[in-house]
């Protein structure tokens, strides 16, 4: 099995910045890309942003310039830094990441539980 396990949303004013971090762990052969969404009350779930295994990065237009995705392989993590935070980022977070577990052949998605950011005066 694999889990993934996030950390560091909360409340914070416009202007302001937050670091994401979610950690993957249990029977891990590998992990190739790497996801942050977000989704907002009465919205969809949108992709935000993307890394791959090899560094590529991509980005929503909305956070461009304000977001920065970054892996660390050695530890199975995925971190979404965000600066200059706009009251519309307000959403629950969740990474999603793709992994072939030890046990298993292809690659499946693996969700965390989301993390709550809310930017608010």
């Known amino acids: 099995q694999v889990q993934l396990v996030e950390s560091g949303g909360g409340l914070v004013r416009p202007g302001g910045s937050l670091r994401l971090s979610c950690a993957a762990s249990g029977s891990i052969s590998s992990i190739y890309v790497m996801d942050w969404y977000r989704q907002a009350p009465g919205k969809q779930r949108e992709l935000v942003a993307t890394?791959?295994?090899?560094?590529?990065?991509n980005y929503a237009d909305s956070v461009k310039g304000r977001f920065t995705i970054s892996r660390d392989n050695a530890k199975n993590t995925v971190y979404l830094q965000m600066i200059s935070l706009k009251p519309e980022d307000t959403a629950v977070y969740y990474c999603?990441?793709?992994?072939?577990?030890?046990?298993?052949?292809?690659?499946?998605?693996?969700w965390g539980q989301g993390t709550q950011v809310t930017v608010s005066s």
């Open positions: 999603k990441v793709v992994v072939v577990a030890t046990d298993a052949k292809v690659p499946r998605d693996y």
């Open positions: 890394i791959t295994n090899t560094g590529s990065t």
